[in-house]
């Protein structure tokens, strides 16, 4: 151990000094433009000791004398681990659907909030998880299809007072077209090339949505849009039936949920079925893919559509949600944050992108107590989770049900 | 003669100004093995690719079974009965040996058939059986190549173009490779069009060769012919 650590302190010592020289600008100057070195101290002194506390823990473990403290800690673990696995997975898929049917019961209206965020990035990952994870097409402009979802139920809404359940279909086939016009020319595209494309494309959409006053509104937005509506049985004189509007945090808890789950369970079919797997094919290579009779333009197109199919879906409840819909909604950076999901998850899983979705929403609201460092310490976690798991949270498994079914 | 399954007539293709195949006729006869040698560059692999229909045809005719196929898609190609095993085998890495069979025989539906095309690839293949849950990355080359010809073998085809099946194989492995070329001509009856640059080896399990220089058909003949051919012997068997 002590000659591990003559080998590691040297560049240790090093980065910690590099670090102080980088948080002292950073950190130590105020708004009056006065520069003080206190409070850079105190974060890099915890830094500091953290990180060392943490390099000691490794070395110790490296060198073998945790083995006492762990090995029986191993043991526990394993005996869990294999009482785990013994109960099926439709018991746990069971219990966590039970779960987020009890939500809202025990948690207030910020949790069921962020919760309600979580459900809409799990529908718009999934989505992007096709395109990209699927098709291995990388799209940057994956947002413009939500906008395209969240506009059209605000259109229909403010102007023929169409109903959210009506627009919910509606909004979802636009987004589709919308997914085939970008599809349709980029298709011969691969890569880079691509990834530039789709990114203009979703800047147009957003440009469009800001400037297009006439339709949109433009930058101020479309206001008064109806939360989603049920009709109920009213008693008062005689039967009769009214609109109730479900404008109640956790009835949009509910909506979402059941729109992820619909999402969940096509995306899952999808996956695994003939389509799913000519996708993955032409992730791999698309001229062998092509040899082997798929069709890959068709099919790139479907990835599109599919793919937008879901953002229009989320797009238009967050509109309910909302009840306004303004372009700012709609920017690069969103769909940046959608990819990082995909991506940190585990590209092509769907439990990563579940997991993805649900840490990059979670983590910022709990970093909150981090105050001005939040951002800072939430991309520093993105690094070092990407550093530790290359392939994601969850890797996509191989070899699973598919490998299974084939064989005699 | 019999008709000729595959040929072409004067094909003439270009990758952006520069012309890889200045005119090449070649017929391919039902039930035999046809090699296609020749140096780097002399648009062997372009030969099969315009057949194949990835690199467009400027001139010129390609028919298949009587009929030209030049405005057919790729895509459309396997369930016609052609299939390629392509240059540098191209297994789809990510999946499963399963998996990538099966998407030999992606066109196909009946499920009972699939099943049975796999146990006989599998017959052919021992390993691919031992390794079918294995990404097809992991495997070793030879393994990679035996997965890609098991692959073509899928789609139940009448015609198998293959690239260069001998690419950065041991040589051992080349003569395990080409004799199972063979055996498969043989037993399964397939009609194989080779495009080799180990011309020794392709001519010996050849019955048929064709000479391409430069885009051009320079020699064509009965392959133990060509082996025995003194300028042949000079250009491409190193003598």
């Known amino acids: 151990m002590i000659q591990e650590f003559k080998q590691v302190w040297k560049p240790y010592a090093v980065a910690l000094l590099w670090l102080l020289g980088l948080l002292w600008p950073l950190l130590g100057i105020h708004k009056d433009g006065t520069l003080s070195f206190n409070e850079t101290f105190t974060v890099w002194i915890y830094i500091a000791a ?5 390099l000691f823990l490794y070395l110790l473990n490296q060198s073998g004398t945790l083995k006492a403290v762990s090995s029986p800690l191993a043991g526990v673990r394993q005996t869990a681990g294999k009482a785990t696995a013994k109960v099926p997975v439709w018991i746990w898929l069971g219990l966590l659907l039970v779960f987020a049917l009890c939500y809202p019961i025990f948690t207030g209206r910020y949790a069921q909030d962020v919760a309600t965020n979580v459900l809409i990035y799990i529908c718009l990952g999934l989505g992007l998880n096709i395109v990209i994870g699927l098709a291995g097409m990388l799209d940057l402009g994956y947002i413009a299809f939500y906008g395209v979802g969240a506009y059209t139920y605000a259109l229909l809404n403010l102007n023929y007072g169409i109903g959210f359940w009506t627009s919910l279909p509606a909004a979802a086939t636009l987004a589709c077209i919308a997914g085939c016009i970008i599809g349709y020319p980029t298709l011969r595209m691969r890569g880079d090339y691509l990834a530039i494309v789709t990114l203009g494309f979703g800047e147009i959409v957003r440009i469009l949505l800001n400037n297009w006053m006439e339709l949109t509104n433009g930058p101020n937005g479309l206001l008064g849009v109806k939360a989603p509506r049920i009709l109920i049985p009213a008693m008062e004189n005689g039967l009769s039936f009214e609109f109730f509007y479900l404008k109640k945090l956790h009835f949009l808890y509910y909506i979402a949920l059941a729109l992820a789950i619909v999402t969940i369970i096509s995306v899952r079919h999808l996956n695994f079925s003939r389509i799913g797997r000519a996708w993955e094919s032409i992730r791999e290579d698309e001229t062998a893919a092509e040899l082997m009779g798929v069709n890959t333009f068709m099919l790139k197109l479907l990835a599109y559509a599919m793919g937008a199919l879901f953002a229009g879906l989320a797009g238009a409840f967050f509109c309910a949600r909302m009840r306004f819909v303004s372009p700012e909604s709609f920017t690069f950076l969103e769909s940046a944050m959608v990819l990082s999901m995909v991506v940190l998850g585990g590209m092509g899983s769907i439990p990563g992108v579940i997991l993805g979705a649900a840490a990059l ?48 | 003669m019999a008709e000729p399954i595959l040929e072409l007539k004067d094909v003439q293709s270009s990758y952006g100004n520069i012309k890889a195949l200045k005119g090449v006729s070649l017929r391919v006869f039902p039930g035999e093995i046809v090699a296609i040698i020749g140096a780097n560059g002399a648009g062997k692999s372009t030969t099969l690719m315009a057949i194949c229909g990835i690199v467009p045809v400027e001139k010129g005719d390609i028919r298949y079974r009587g009929e030209s196929i030049l405005g057919v898609t790729p895509e459309k190609l396997p369930v016609m009965g052609l299939s390629q095993v392509p240059e540098g085998r191209r297994i789809f890495p990510r999946l499963t040996v399963l998996e ?53 073998l899928m789609s139940r085809p009448k015609v198998m173009l293959m690239d260069e099946p001998s690419l950065g194989l041991a040589p051992l492995l080349v003569q395990k490779i080409f004799d199972i070329i063979r055996d498969i001509n043989q037993q399964e009856g397939t009609t194989i069009l080779l495009v080799e640059q180990n011309a020794n080896l392709a001519l010996q399990a050849a019955e048929r060769g064709y000479v391409l220089e430069t885009g051009i058909v320079k020699m064509e003949d009965r392959a133990a012919d060509l082996l025995t051919n003194p300028e042949i012997r000079k250009a491409y068997l190193g003598e």
């Open chain 2, 100 to 152: 990538n069979l099966e998407l030999g025989a992606f066109y196909r539906k009946d499920r009972a058939g699939i099943q049975e095309d796999l146990e006989r690839a599998f017959s052919w293949f021992p390993v691919l059986k031992e390794r079918r849950r294995q990404e097809g990355g992991t495997l070793s080359g030879g393994e990679q190549q035996m997965l890609a010809i098991a692959r073509a």
């Open chain 1, 50 to 54: 953290g990180s060392a506390f943490c």
């Open chain 1, 361 to 408: 929403i979670v983590l910022p609201e709990v970093f909150r107590e981090f105050e001005t460092y939040r951002m800072l310490v939430f991309g520093m976690s993105m690094v070092i989770m990407m550093v530790f798991r290359p392939a994601g949270l969850i890797p996509a498994k191989r070899m699973g049900k598919r490998g299974e079914e084939g064989d005699g």
